[in-house]
């Protein structure tokens, strides 16, 4: 507990920084970690000797994120290349005998569109008009949700939620996702609009809407992930980052995250 609190002090001290002043240094942060994600989500299905292709599916998240931050109008097609490109390759790879080709294809394709396109969320919320602000409510929503959870399903969980997926996930641990969710929406609503710049932007019963849609969506995402590691027999995605596994482990929550907050604020506040 104490590794995990100090590593998420230290991505704290990092990350706001980065969300606040947008820009290279707020890209090259959720780059990193998608890429990584991307990287380690190959080696997971590799793990159960599946062969999805490590250069597209990188390459294909790479690519995906800058353009939606930089070339948007170029987004689409980048992302439609990519999956041709996938095809094609595991055409090959099927004719030179990988009977298991077109599992390989969808692996791959799975990997670029998730982690990519639905990782181009974490871009995109960022670039809305103040988006620091609405980035960090979203954010803090999901990490706080993610918190409460993790907290009071370890001191009181007792109902299992899914236990082939996630044997410590308890039901007590996901009601304290959604109420700690929809309370963090009701604080940082108060706190963003009264000291911050979000002035008369949004109200704290729709910040409360907010939260508990991020505390109750985003464990999904985790459970996802879950679902690819005990396919492949693996605890955490790397242990890159201490007490918290790998990026693909600290991402999996932000990904729902990042879409549910974007198209919430752009379809009821903003």
Not at 48 to 71: C, D, H, L, S
Not at 132 to 160: E, F, N, P, T
Not at 182 to 197: C, L, P, S
């Amino acid at each position: 507990m104490r590794r995990r609190l100090i590593t998420t002090l230290g991505l704290a001290a990092i990350g706001m920084p980065a969300i606040l002043f947008g820009g290279i240094f707020y890209f090259l942060l959720m780059g990193t970690f998608l890429i990584g994600a991307a990287w380690e989500y190959v080696n997971l299905f590799r793990a159960v000797k599946f062969e999805p292709n490590m250069y597209i599916t990188v390459g294909g998240v790479t690519f995906t994120i800058i353009a939606r931050m930089f070339f948007p109008s170029f987004a689409m097609p980048v992302f439609a290349a990519t999956i041709l490109i996938a095809l094609a390759y595991h055409l090959i790879t099927y004719e030179r005998g990988r009977d298991q080709a077109a599992l390989d294809f969808a692996i791959t394709l799975a990997g670029f569109t998730y982690i990519g396109w639905i990782g181009s969320y974490l871009l995109d919320l960022r670039t809305l008009p103040n988006g620091g602000w609405w980035m960090m409510l979203v954010m803090c929503c999901v990490w706080l949700g993610d918190s409460g959870a993790y907290s009071i399903g370890r001191a009181y969980g007792k109902h299992k939620m899914a236990p082939r997926l996630s044997p410590k996930k308890s039901w007590e641990g996901y009601a304290a996702s959604v109420f700690t969710g929809m309370i963090g929406g009701m604080f940082f609503v108060y706190a963003f609009t009264t000291y911050g710049n979000l002035t008369g932007q949004i109200e704290i019963w729709q910040g409360a809407i907010l939260g508990l849609i991020l505390g109750a969506l985003p464990p999904f995402g985790d459970l996802g992930e879950s679902m690819i590691k005990r396919q492949s027999g693996i605890k955490d995605s790397s242990d890159i980052i201490p007490g918290h596994g790998g990026f693909f482990d600290r991402v999996d929550s932000w990904l729902w995250g990042a879409v549910i907050g974007y198209y919430f604020l752009i379809w009821f506040i903003i």
